[in-house]
């Protein structure tokens, strides 16, 4: 049955209060044609009531095409539940920005006449504006806003915030590193890779080698990328490694060489653990290079150069952590990837291919920011 004929059977089983057959059709409407018509979808499940499937499997669309749907010519027909239950979700495929900007174009249009340029609103308008924006701001990550885009997109209502969210917005602005890279809710900011780059990774991860992998949408990805340490933040000591990623697993190292601009890293599957030397098959180091060179991945060494992974008993090293010496940070092999001591200090970190294939030139170096993410899975197509 084409989506005409179905939404004339759905009209047709609301006036009957068919409750039944409303559901049973608005299972059969596909998720492809929900994605290409957005404004059709958001019109008839909020003019519907009884649509309770549809409007579900829409929910559940928008939650992975969020872009599409802030930006829908529809957007003001969206009732309040709906939306504050779509920005509480932590999987969403959209930057805090695009999240404000929907939000004030939804905003907007709950109010008439409202004038475009926020300087001729009367103060009534300014109230009222307020109100209702109000119970949505918790759910804006602004410290995930870039200073530029606070600048120029956020501030101009800063009048209408609650004074303690408007003084947090604003020590972010002067105080709090600014955001170089805007990424989807469910990835943390990165100071050194761009999302495209982080998905890049995560496709190494689930798949074979660049050029033979599928490198993920960023509405594909299946985890959530959380930060666990950041060097200009927390500082570049080793002891303070130790204490935010001992034991963690799943995790993503990335760092940019300080005499070069290089940007390696690795990919830690068992994490990093206390007195561990482990054979791991599925860790691996890469390299994005600097601007002239392209992304490569480095897996690790296997002796007859057909398998793509190391088995368990094939290498030695694959990671270690070993807290014999004092000032230990990451290491990927037997120095093929190697932090000790302060890491922005000169030569504190080593490259000396052993165990991995090679990734850099340089042997000794030191870091001018690094960053360790944690992976966790989640389910994006469950959104109930």
């Excluded at 959209?94 to 174009?105: A, K, P, Q, S």
Aim: net charge negative; proline share 5%.
């Amino acid at each position: 049955m084409r989506p005409g004929d179905m939404f004339a059977v759905l009209k047709a089983a609301d006036e009957l209060l068919m409750q039944d057959l409303i559901d049973f059709v608005g299972d059969e409407i596909e998720d492809d044609w929900i994605k290409e018509n957005v404004d059709v979808a958001i019109q008839s499940v909020m003019q519907y009531p009884l649509w309770k499937s549809l409007r579900t499997r829409c929910f559940r669309v928008f939650c992975i095409d969020t872009g599409d749907f802030l930006q829908s010519n529809s957007l003001s027909l969206v009732d309040e539940k709906f939306l504050r239950n779509l920005l509480k979700r932590e999987t969403l495929s959209v930057t805090e920005i695009e999240i404000w900007d929907g939000l004030v174009r939804w905003v907007r249009g709950q109010m008439e006449d409202l004038p475009d340029n926020i300087k001729k609103w009367s103060k009534n308008q300014m109230n009222e504006f307020a109100d209702i924006i109000e119970k949505f701001l918790p759910l804006v990550k602004f410290r995930e806003i870039s200073r530029q885009d606070i600048t120029d997109r956020v501030l101009p209502y800063k009048n209408i915030f609650p004074y303690k969210i408007r003084q947090t917005i604003l020590d972010l602005m002067y105080y709090s590193p600014n955001v170089l890279f805007a990424s989807p809710r469910f990835m943390d900011s990165s100071a050194i890779l761009a999302p495209e780059e982080i998905a890049q990774v995560l496709s190494w991860i689930d798949d074979g080698e660049l050029g033979s992998v599928q490198v993920y949408e960023l509405n594909e990805i299946p985890y959530y990328v959380r930060l666990l340490i950041r060097g200009s933040r927390d500082g570049f000591e080793s002891k303070t490694f130790t204490k935010k990623c001992l034991n963690k697993k799943n995790c993503i190292l990335v760092l940019r060489i300080s005499e070069t601009s290089e940007i390696i890293g690795g990919y830690a599957p068992s994490g990093f653990a206390h007195n561990s030397t482990k054979d791991f098959p599925h860790s691996f180091l890469f390299s994005f290079g600097n601007d002239e060179e392209k992304p490569k991945r480095g897996l690790p060494y296997v002796p007859d150069n057909e398998t793509q992974f190391v088995d368990d008993d094939e290498i030695n090293y694959a990671l270690a952590f070993d807290t014999k010496f004092i000032d230990d940070g990451p290491r990927f092999g037997n120095g093929d990837l190697w932090m000790r001591g302060t890491f922005d200090e000169a030569k504190s970190c080593i490259c000396q291919p052993n165990d991995y294939r090679p990734i850099t030139r340089t042997t000794e170096f030191s870091v001018d920011e690094y960053e360790i993410f944690q992976l966790s899975p989640f389910d994006r197509y469950y959104c109930v």
